[in-house]
């Protein structure tokens, strides 16, 4: 990855991080597809993730997310983020502890 997208992709985790949300924008193409990793009921693209986003904050305000981007002329065009949702859910009793 050239020092031109790790500096992208640190802007835009330090906004996820921050919250300042508004600042994405700049960093996400048009064609955006987070399609991988949308919300059922929200919308495509950035606006969902940004919905999605803020929702999560809310129930989980010290959330971990490895995020992996795509980027096509130093922006964002495909994001899948991986956490731990199962071991969430083993936590909440959603599921039972494996063994």
């Known amino acids: 990855m050239s020092e031109e997208n790790k500096a992208v992709v640190r802007a835009i985790e330090e906004a996820w991080d921050s919250g300042a949300i508004d600042q994405l924008d700049q960093y996400f193409s048009d064609q955006f597809d987070n399609s991988q ?58 599921f039972p502890a494996p063994g």
Not at 41 to 70: C, N, W
């Open 37 to 94: 990793s949308g919300v059922p009921g929200l919308p495509p693209g950035l606006a969902g993730a940004k919905m999605a986003h803020q929702g999560a904050m809310q129930s989980f305000p010290d959330r971990k997310v490895e995020s992996i981007y795509t980027l096509r002329d130093g922006k964002a065009v495909r994001h899948v983020g991986m956490n731990d949702a199962f071991l969430l859910g083993m936590e909440l009793g959603a």
